[in-house]
């Protein structure tokens, strides 16, 4: 689990949390959950692959606001030879804000897809 705090400058003229800031906060969480894990992303460079997301699905339940304390949770639902499913909750205590899914390719260097290293897709599975 990650935990944000919403600052002053993320928010919409509105006083809510930026729509797309919602997508760096979700992208946070999901690379610090792989460095946990020991695949981070200059791990996975290092050893060739890149770990690129390919769809999303974002959908907004209730606002953020600056100063919220925000909590979002990962899970990885779906590994595969050469994608994952990510599914995502952003929380402000008891309250669901917002929820993504993810798909990520495993590629090349180059941006060619291709299988992810045995070692990763077991450190996914597991998590």
Do not use: C
Not at 37 to 55: K, M, S, T
């Amino acid at each position: 689990m990650s935990t944000i705090r919403v600052r002053f400058h993320e928010l919409d003229p509105y006083g809510h949390l930026n729509h797309a800031v919602y997508l760096h906060y979700f992208e946070q969480a999901r690379v610090e959950m792989l460095d946990s894990i020991g695949f981070g992303l200059p791990r996975l460079a290092e050893l060739g692959f890149h770990l690129v997301v390919v769809e999303v699905t974002v959908k907004f339940m209730t606002p953020a606001t600056a100063g919220d304390e925000v909590a979002i949770v990962s899970n990885v639902v779906d590994v595969r030879p050469a994608s994952s499913r990510w599914s995502q909750q952003m929380w402000r205590g008891d309250t669901l804000l917002a929820t993504n899914d993810v798909r990520a390719a495993i590629t090349d260097l180059s941006g060619r897809p291709t299988r992810a290293p045995k070692a990763l897709a077991e450190a996914m599975t597991a998590i």
